[in-house]
């Protein structure tokens, strides 16, 4: 989450909930909503290895708050995030390793593996489906993220029939 | 026995194979399937799983070899072709991948013909055809002919023809099969919509985004139901915890 903090720092100084609130309004539902502690905790890393500055406002009524700003060597950070490309999400699976360890553990059946893992995956597709008929239709960026979950999960899906399929055949 | 009514639908080892030139084919190698009034139920699979076959057999629109179905508690093992067409006209609505519309008849005599072939009056059979058309977001085309609408409104116009004569069962084959992602979308929205409002659907579908819409989906492998699986109807409060969106430090 700290280059995502810095991200959106880089767009202007900000104060610790606002960048809660910036998450969530850029993000949309189907985002898990990061808990402001572990924002908080965050700035205060990023703070200490110089990335950002803090800088305590004072207010009437209230707790002083603190504005965060990027740093020079911040900026650097974000600059080097968006240079570089990702890793592909799958390059392990928790699931094929049980399909490719459960024979002759006597404890798992591969065909019911598969069959229960894809129960998992059809119920998340349709919580996903759910989530994009109430999403702002205004949103595009939070219905881009919830069609990408649903293409991986397709993806992962029609893996699973492959999986079936081969395996059926050594039956 | 209970007093709940008879399943819509009710297949009782069910078997079809096809005879090709590279042999045998066993497209649907006895299934038991038993649909309740006002379930939504998808069959998923991979191409040449049976599926379509199973479906076509649940439609009467191919026989099976042997094994038994039942339409409403009754036996349809005597129907001859004859019989199973007028049925059809009454107790059951079919949307298939590619619309299958008349494509010298207007939308609107699309529409309306299997209500006038089933008895209705042509006031009558105007005025389903006008709810549905105006229900399905396609008013205004009535006059046209289907080569020249999308295919997303092709499929509004067969899925208000499937519907026109109000028939407890809707079979839907592939939908979406030949519609880019927001025509899917459009399909899946409808579909449910007519669900919530009581409409029993079997969808057959290779794409788990459609068949997530339903609440009972059926996985089909090689002719036999490998999984029959009953989706949550309560999404958790936070799905994107569900491991499928991840937040990383």
Redesign the interface.
Known sequence: MRLHLLALLARGPAHGYELKQGLEQLLGSAYPQPNVGQIYVTLGRLEKQGLIEGEDIEQSSRPNKKVYRLTESGQEELRAWFERPEDEPRVRDDFFMKLALAPGTGLADRIALINKQRRQYLNSMRNLSKLATVEDRDNRIAHLLIEGAMLHLQADLDWLERCQEELEELE | MSDSPAPVLRAEKLIRTHYGESGPAHAVRGVDLSVRHGEFVAVT??SGAGKSTLLHLLGGLQQPDSGSLWLDGECTDTWREARWAVERRKRIGIVFQFFNLVSNLSVADNVELPALLAGASPKRARAERDELLAELGIAGKERSLPGELSGGEQQRVALARALVNHPPLLLADEPAGSLD?KGT?EV??LLSRFHQRGQTIVLVTH???L???ADR?I?F??GRI??D?E??ST??R????????????
């Open positions: 699979g991979p992602s979308r899946m929205r794409d788990a985004r068949a997530s819409a989906v996985s492998f090689d490998a999984d699986a989706l949550d999404p958790s936070r799905p994107g915890a569900s491991g499928v969106l991840k937040l990383s430090d």
